[in-house]
């Protein structure tokens, strides 16, 4: 499991704590880790908004929550619709695991027009201190079958730059807003 960057001691704690993922011979998996100067509670409030994944994430136009009360439960599905560019339009995505004690959210792709089979992602969010100030360590793992005519360096590198690209989205949203004080839970505004 590797991101293409080495990890250091907290990061390769938590990556065995929480992101362990079993992959079969036709399957690629990984870890991302990302630092952002935001805290801990501001970022988890963006992160765990499974209905509304647009706040951050560029390549989502627009998700849709199937299910009772604002979709925050496991096992609600979302479906989201992918902007063009991307060999996709949709995607249907299930909750599979939200705790906000320890700051966990998994996800499961169920269904969409898209290549990306037994898919599942785990983000984790951990508080850590950076330049003396609340910083947020991110760290996203994911696992995935390699679609026929591809490798497993094809099909990791292609999450992995769409993760990355997530993460760095998510930091300068949460760093904007941390900037500007802004540190309400994010379905006020």
Known sequence: MNGGDAYGVVEAQYIRRHHRHQA?????????VKH?????????????RFDQPQKYKPFVSRCVVNGEGGGLGIGSVREVNVKSGLPATTSTEMLELLDDKEHILGIKIVGG????????SVMTVHPEV????PGTLVI???IVDVPDGNTKDDTCYFVQALIKCNLKSLADVCERMAVQDRVEPIDRF
């Open 24 to 32: 079969r011979e036709n399957q690629c998996t990984s870890a991302l």
């Open 36 to 48: 952002m100067k935001a805290p801990v509670n501001l970022v988890w409030s963006l992160v765990r």
């Open 113 to 120: 027009d898209h290549r990306l089979r037994n898919y599942s």
């Open 130 to 133: 950076i330049d003396g100030r």
């Open 140 to 142: 996203e793992s994911f």
